[in-house]
């Protein structure tokens, strides 16, 4: 079991150290002097420098003490959301949070904590384990950057699980969305718009009625799609001659993301046409998607921990990305696993203690599940 004053220590030296995505640097050496302490093998890679960031990923591995064991690896980042800068703590009711004018950092700080403690409570116990391989990723909130800019070469696991959702504690989101992104440049004619507005040709009308046009927000069950940023014009008397429009699309579904991409591609280009405009539409895989089933291996060893600590399994599908994302593209079995904190990038973001000591009791059992039940395929 794990040590439930440890883990409420770790989390509270880890969300005092502020680590918004790119800076890194304080909390990537707490974590490489912790791992080391616990006898892993630890490096950091270049990731980094190809990010423009203070720090690189951190890869560790300690050998295991079994034969036959399945190798596991743990991910979590160690970049936040912001605001973070002057964390004032509050903990009350058995709840750690904020005041309330800065996020708390749970997401993923918690995830962290549960990760070293239960590993910690496992080494300290002598009990068998395998290979364990850790990855705690740099700037994870702004596009999964550590995760893509990762050797992949590394991860020596056969398994992986990323401790990186809310609730339910030991939840298993078996599967994710495959995410693209849309960028749109509406070109049009500038005029006076005073003077001569018959001779303009609006690229801010284009793009309006084009969006007003379009199925966004949910689709379906498997399918989102959203415009989120609109930029461009010159003056207000300035008939705007060139306007740019970001969006995105999701979909567990490949062949409905396609048509989503596709349906919003055509609102931008038919409507620009109608009104004498150009719409140039540029496309781009942010990552891609994964599913897996009850009956994977993967899902089976998460089930196993969680009735290993008495929690019955729960699985879920995902409308985000995660690091699991890349690692699934990458060819690594990868599954994400609920933390328990609640309103993640919210000023009124907490967790329960309880919950927190549940989920490190959970990445300890993953660890002994990996060890005793190694032919679960």
Known sequence: MANKNRVINLFLDLVRINSPSGQEREIADYLKAKLSDLGFRVEEDNAGSKINGSAGNIIAFKEGNTVNARAIF??????????TDKLNLIIEDDVIKSDGTTILGADDKAGIAAVIEGIESVLE???PHGDIQVLFDVSEEIGLLGAKALDISKIK???GYVFDTHKPVAGITLSAPTHEVITVEIQGIAAHAGIAPEKGVSAI???????ARMKLGRIDEETTANVGIISGGKARNIIPDRVTVKGEARSRNESKLTAQVEHMKQMFEEEAAKIGAKAVVETAREYTGFRWTENDEVVKLAAEASRRIGIEPSYHDGGGGSDANIFNSAGIPCVVIGVGYENPHATNEFINIGDLSKAADYAAALVQTAACNPNLK
């Not at 743990?74 to 605001?83: I, S």
């Not at 009308?205 to 084009?210: C, F, G, I, N």
């Open 205 to 211: 009308v284009a793009a309006s009625k084009a969006i």
């Open 125 to 127: 116990s002598g009990e």
């Open 74 to 83: 743990f991910c979590c980042h160690m970049d936040t959301v912001e605001p």
């Open 157 to 159: 696991a056969d398994l």
